[in-house]
C-alpha cells in the first residue's frame, strides 16, 4: 500500500514543555519537530502519547509508551501494546505519592493493507476524512461539565497512580477507501478547533501543510496545551 504520512508538534505559547510525543512509521518525533514521509509497505505503525502536564514525569511517561510502541513486534495491533506499557508505568509509580506519579494518554494506528487498527486511552482524537464527511471514530474518555461541556479533565489514562490499575481500551477498525485521511490530534487541537474547522483544514490545504496549518490555527484560537497532529493519506495499493 502507498501512504503519505505528515506529522507536527510544537509546546504551543502557554505551557514550559512539549510533552507531547509522537511515532510516525519510523522515527520518534518530538519537542518542535515535523515529519513527513512516504510510506509504500504493507505495515505501519502511528502514535501520538500526551503527558499528563499536571503530573511530574508527563514527558517521560509518554516517552515510555512511545519507545514500547516503537519496539513492539509487528503482529501486536495495540491492546496488548498498551496493557504492557500500564504495567511499566505501575512499577515506576510504585511508592510515590499520588502527585508525583506519571501518566499519559495514548492512540495508536496500527495500518495494514488498507485498514487502521486503532486503540485509544484518553481524549486525543482519531478521524477519518474525505471531502465529504468527518467522522470521530474514537470516544474520549473526558469528564464533561452538567452542560456537556468539555473541562479538558479526564477519567482514564495509563499510569498517574501508585496501584496497579487496569486501564479501560477504547478499540476499534477502520476501513480506508483511495484519497482517505486519518487525523490523529492530541486536545491541543480538538479543544479548541470545531471538527468543522479541522475538515475544512484538511479538505482545502496543501498535503504538505495540513499538520503545520492544524498547529497554526490552533495557537491562533488560544489553545492552553501542547499541539500535535499525525496525518496519514491512502493513496493507492501497490503491486
Not at 484560537?221 to 496525518?231: E, P
Amino acid at each position: 500500500m502507498s501512504l503519505f504520512i505528515s506529522s507536527a508538534t510544537t509546546k504551543g505559547i502557554i505551557r514550559e514543555e512539549n510533552q507531547d510525543i509522537l511515532f510516525v512509521g519510523d522515527r520518534i518525533v518530538s519537542d518542535e519537530e515535523n515529519y513527513t514521509n512516504n510510506f509504500d509497505k504493507e505495515f505501519v505503525r502511528l502514535a501520538l502519547a500526551d503527558g499528563m502536564g499536571g503530573h511530574s514525569g508527563g514527558k517521560q511517561a509518554a516517552m515510555v509508551a512511545i519507545e514500547t510502541t516503537q519496539k513492539s513486534e509487528n503482529g501486536k495491533i495495540g491492546e496488548d501494546i498498551v496493557k504492557n506499557i500500564n504495567k511499566k508505568l505501575g512499577l515506576i509509580n510504585q511508592g510515590k505519592k499520588i502527585r508525583e506519579c506519571m501518566g499519559t494518554t495514548l492512540c495508536i494506528m496500527t495500518i495494514k493493507n488498507n485498514t487502521i487498527y486503532w486503540v485509544s486511552v484518553g481524549d486525543s482524537c482519531i478521524y477519518i476524512i474525505n471531502k465529504d464527511i468527518m467522522r470521530r471514530v474514537n470516544k474520549l474518555d473526558e469528564v464533561l461539565d452538567r452542560y456537556g461541556t468539555r473541562t479538558g479533565l479526564i477519567d482514564n489514562c495509563l499510569g498517574a497512580s501508585n496501584k496497579f490499575e487496569p486501564v479501560k481500551i477504547h478499540n476499534g477498525k477502520e476501513f480506508l477507501k483511495k484519497d482517505d485521511f486519518c487525523l490523529c490530534v492530541s486536545d491541543g487541537v480538538s479543544g479548541f478547533l470545531s471538527d468543522d474547522e479541522i475538515h475544512k483544514l484538511v479538505i482545502s490545504e496543501e498535503i504538505n501543510k495540513i499538520c503545520n496549518k492544524i498547529i497554526t490555527k490552533s495557537i491562533e484560537a488560544k489553545s492552553t496545551d501542547n499541539i500535535s497532529a499525525i496525518l496519514t493519506k491512502y493513496i493507492a495499493k501497490t503491486d
